[in-house]
């Protein structure tokens, strides 16, 4: 790992160069001031999706999901607990399908829910289906090895 780290920031999506020694020290945007990290998903959409999936040095997890869909529905709370557990290590994200189709279809996404694991650009794992707030973090953690 780097000593500095490129982190989009998930209110204005401003490329930060973070310390990696500050990761855990609540930053804040350079840019817009707020905190980089929230404990929560950033909601992301065609025009940002591309930004902190390609420009953050952390890898993202994203929940491509749909509003319709009651098993996305569940997973949901779950995601926001995995969001604690793995920030700032992971950056989590959620593509909404039924509103991002552009996504969902340039991603291959045939079901939802779907998890997709991203780093250094490159989708590195997948996983579809709705999963507990532990078992998210030991799919992560089993693909960061
Ligand atoms: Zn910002």
Same mark, same amino acid.
Not at 30 to 38: D, S, Y
Not at 109 to 113: E, L, Q, T, V
């Given at each position: 790992m780097s000593d500095t780290l490129n982190i989009v920031c998930p209110h204005c999506h401003a490329v930060n160069r973070v310390p990696a020694a500050r990761l855990a020290q609540e930053p804040n945007c350079?840019?817009?001031?707020?905190?980089?990290?929230?404990a929560h998903p950033v909601a992301l959409t065609a025009t940002t999706f591309a930004k902190h999936v390609e420009r953050s040095d952390i890898p993202v997890l994203v929940d491509f999901w749909a509003p319709w869909c009651g098993p996305c529905k569940m997973m949901a709370p779950q995601f926001e607990q995995a969001a604690r557990l793995l920030e700032p290590r992971v950056r989590l994200a959620k593509v909404d399908t039924e509103a991002e189709q552009v996504l969902g279809a340039q991603y291959g !996404?045939?079901? !939802?829910?779907t998890l997709a694991l991203f780093s250094g650009g490159r989708e590195i794992a997948r996983q579809p289906g709705a999963m507990g707030a532990q078992d998210i973090v030991r799919w992560v953690q089993s693909h960061l090895r």
């Open positions: 350079g840019k817009c001031h707020q905190p980089l990290f929230t !996404i045939r079901s !939802i829910p």
